[in-house]
């Protein structure tokens, strides 16, 4: 059983914007701290944010100000909103969760791209 799914990855023109969602299980939603990561081809796996069960947040450097990352607790699902996306914003997109043991999603893809 998938222990995080990710969703709303697609294809957005330079400027636009994208939510993605984490759904998880009840157990971990309540107790894990949760984050986003990106991948690009080529690249090293990078923050882009985390947030911790009383929503506290951090954020990379390079998204600061463009994404906003939120958790709804009624749903069990992390979000982030991503805002004046970017074409190196290009790569696939991975939800974890983490309080000891770690989890991984298998990740959404977003393309910037005109």
């Known amino acids: 059983q998938e222990k995080l799914v990710e969703s709303g990855g697609g294809v957005v023109q330079p400027g636009g914007s994208l939510r993605l969602s984490c759904a998880t299980l009840?157990?971990?939603?309540?107790?894990?701290?949760m984050g986003w990561y990106r991948q690009a081809p080529g690249k090293q796996r990078e923050l882009v944010a985390t947030?911790?069960?009383?929503?506290?947040?951090t954020y990379g450097d390079i998204v600061k100000g463009r994404f906003t990352v939120s958790r709804d607790n009624t749903k069990n699902t992390m979000y982030l909103r991503m805002s004046n996306l970017k074409p190196e914003d290009t790569a696939v997109y991975y939800c974890?969760?983490?309080?000891?043991?770690?989890?991984w999603g298998r990740g959404t893809q977003v393309t910037v791209s005109s």
């Open positions: 974890k969760a983490w309080w000891g043991l770690e989890y």
């Open positions: 009840p157990a971990i939603f309540s107790i894990y701290t």
């Open positions: 947030i911790t069960t009383d929503n506290s947040t």
